[in-house]
């Protein structure tokens, strides 16, 4: 288990969603699976509320590191039991939580303090390393890992940002992270692929094409084996 300090104990953002909104977003946030612009539209009138309030509201933008390759290495399973493992683990830290596409995910929740959505953030990074395999808790194939990036945001009153403003930062930050991860996890990787597109293009031959080749060959192989 990890040993990351558990946040002060506040009131949940739930509160301040109406019925009229749980008639409407309900399933959505039972299921977990919400379209980006319903988000922002319900994220901010729920947000200005607890804002009016007087709380102090985090925002968390998730996204899942190399989705992409898990699925094409270790198979859709793998990938699907990373997004359920993401979405669980911020499910437990945070009041409300959707999934926003293919690997995105934002949650929201109240705080006593700004710090405490560090502590928030360093909780949900732990539970998903720890849950998603080996080697210091990570899945790994080749010499890329997976995991999750993550960017959080906070406001009150007093700050007078709008919900699209907080996301937007949250969102920012979050590819900061990632690019941070994306060099820890394999220094040479980047560097490797532009040399590979440089080539490509150089050949005329369009890297998507190619890509899209190496996914054929791939489903070939596997049709072959199966």
Known sequence: ?????????????????????WNKYGSELQTGRMEPS????????????????????????????HLKLVNDQLGHYAGDKIIEIAA????????IVVRLGGDEFAAMALVKDRSDMAIITERI?????ESVSSDDGRIVFNDVKTGISLGVAA?????????????????????????????????????RMDAL??????????????????????????????
């Open 1 to 21: 288990m990890n040993n990351v300090e558990k946040p002060r104990e506040v009131p949940s953002i739930t509160q301040f969603i109406t019925e009229e909104e």
């Open 38 to 65: 319903r988000f922002q539209v319900f994220g901010a009138d729920v947000y200005s509320r607890a804002i009016e309030d007087g709380h102090i509201v985090g925002l968390i933008f998730g996204d899942v590191d």
């Open 88 to 95: 669980g683990s911020m499910r437990s830290n945070a009041d």
């Open 125 to 129: 990074k732990a539970s998903v390393n």
């Open 155 to 191: 406001a009150n009153r007093e700050d007078a940002m709008t919900f699209d403003a907080l996301l937007a930062l949250a969102d920012n930050k979050m590819y900061e992270n990632k690019q941070k991860r994306l060099e820890a996890y394999a220094p040479d990787y980047i560097a």
């Open 197 to 226: 597109v440089s080539e490509l293009e150089k050949a005329g031959i369009n890297p998507a094409d190619f890509i899209n080749y190496l996914a054929y060959i791939a489903l070939v192989a596997k049709a072959k084996n199966s």
